[in-house]
T-cell receptor
């Protein structure tokens, strides 16, 4: 069955550094992959979508890569700030039903001064 | 992107009772999705609600426990029935933008505690 894995341990980094989060998946060839941010007590907020034929996508301080051979996406936040502290989720469309999303377990990022 | 109003934002309920959660979208959408997020866990899809037809439930979720209504293209409700403490979770509704290529929009969530 389709499986999505993200580092379950929190990532702690210092302000100004680059945070790199990993999303690995198995048993699937998705047409795209999405990244979301979730703050405590709130619903996820869409950040970026990268398609299978795109290697890299950027949005301001965010960069996402998508390696369909490795079945992996990397999510980078450059010049990180304490306000970037949140849980970051990757999501893939369901196998066979593209309108549904399956979410990874999420990685909590903590940016300290 | 769409804006979703979800309510209630939180509730504390007695076991054995039911709670209905509402989601109102500011534009017409074909499908609405209901998710559950248990404490410290990721989101799990409960069901997909289509206007004019019965909701489609994911494995492990049944209509008797989570009845869904979708009376029009901007509104849906999810009821959590005969609640037990194991139903304590955050419940979220969601809609897609442009077939998902512009992401999905989520409601702010309903934090349910069953005592």
């Amino acid at each position: 069955s389709q499986k999505i894995e993200q580092n379950s341990e929190a990532l702690n980094i210092q302000e100004g550094k680059t945070a790199t989060l990993t999303c690995n998946y198995t048993n699937y060839s998705p047409a795209y992959l999405q990244w979301y941010r979730q703050d405590p007590g709130r619903g996820p907020v869409f950040l970026l979508l990268i398609r299978e034929n795109e290697k890299e996508k950027r949005k301001e301080r965010l960069k996402v890569t998508f390696d369909t051979t490795l079945k992996q996406s990397l999510f980078h936040i450059t010049a990180s700030q304490p306000a970037d502290s949140a849980t970051y989720l990757c999501a893939l469309p369901h196998t066979g039903t593209a309108s549904k999303l399956t979410f990874g377990t999420g990685t909590r990022l903590q940016v300290t001064l | 992107s769409a804006v979703i109003s979800q309510k209630p934002s939180r509730d504390i309920c007695q076991r054995g009772t039911s709670l209905t959660i509402q989601c109102q979208v500011d534009s017409q959408v074909t499908m609405m999705f209901w998710y559950r997020q248990q404490p410290g866990q990721s989101l799990t899809l409960i069901a997909t609600a289509n206007q004019g037809s019965e909701a489609t439930y994911e494995s492990g979720f049944v209509i008797d426990k989570f009845p869904i209504s979708r009376p029009n293209l901007t509104f849906s409700t999810l009821t959590v029935s005969n609640m037990s403490p194991e139903d304590s979770s955050i419940y979220l509704c969601s809609v897609e933008s442009n077939y998902g290529y512009y992401g999905y929009t989520f409601g702010s969530g309903t934090r349910l505690t069953v005592v």
